[in-house]
């Protein structure tokens, strides 16, 4: 099944001026839509709308990215499972390490519970490295 037939043309989910995915709740895991704010980083830039341009000529459904990222997964000679979800993860923990707030965390990834936000931050330790950069020397 390919989204546009069902969901709409996804390229109408960007919005270019405010830089952000919509994902409306009919489209969601769970049925629950998400802004996903995209920012202006310059190869996120570059490669959404060069992803949504392929909505017309491959079909674009939950599983098919699944097994595309399985297979680029593969390709790359990744031998650990790779999922959508963990990707996701990683990226989580990436802006946590990069010092994003809880609640910036919670608002980007479309968490409705604070604590899986928190969760990010403390498994990425940048609070605890942020700590002993800052106060760790006071101590020593």
Partial sequence: MRFFGVFGCLSAWIDFSNPTIVIPPRAAYRGKGRVVPFGKIKVICE?????????????????????????????AGIKHPVTPHGLRATGATWFAQAGYSITGLQHHFGWSELRTAQHYVQASGASAMRDMDELGAKIF
């Fill in 47 to 75: 490669v959404v709308p060069a992803f949504f341009a392929l909505e017309h000529r491959i079909g674009i459904s939950r599983i098919a990215i699944w097994h595309r990222i399985k297979r680029m997964a593969s390709v």
